[in-house]
């Protein structure tokens, strides 16, 4: 069972595909040791996190962590979506009981890159496509 600190609203958690996960933490990734917890009891040892929040430790999700390495203040480089929907995807390839995750914040600067991400993705591998 996961208890949450009462001073921070747990971390919204959405599905995205049955394999694809968004984790939506505090602004600044305040309760992102939760967003962990809730991981590890459901997904030790297959889960990878793609990380948005610059102020989150690769530890805090047992190195499980791939950084973005982009800002998101600036238009992406097609070739960056490319390079992070290519590691989702080859994630998600390497055992059929992995899951990929999406960390951000409540910033809407964040959840507008997030759903850039989350689009490129689905476009990508095709999810949803009839």
């Keep these: 069972m996961v208890h949450f600190c009462p001073q921070l609203p747990p971390p919204t958690i959405a599905r995205i595909s049955p394999r694809v996960l968004e984790i939506c933490c505090e602004r600044g990734g305040g309760n992102a040791s939760e967003a962990q917890q809730w991981l590890a009891e459901r997904y030790k040892g297959r889960f990878m996190v ?3 929040i610059f102020d989150i ?3 805090c999700f047992d190195n499980q962590v791939q950084y973005t390495k982009h800002d998101p203040r600036e238009t992406p480089a097609l070739e960056d979506l490319m390079r992070l929907c ?3 995807r080859s994630w998600l390839e390497c055992d059929q009981d992995n899951v990929a995750v999406v960390i951000t914040d409540t910033s809407s600067l964040l959840q507008s890159w997030s759903v850039l991400v989350l689009a490129s993705f689905l476009v990508y591998t095709g999810v949803g496509q009839g």
Excluded: A, D, R
């Design 50 to 52: 793609w990380n948005l």
């Design 57 to 59: 430790s690769e530890t």
């Design 86 to 88: 290519y590691s989702m």
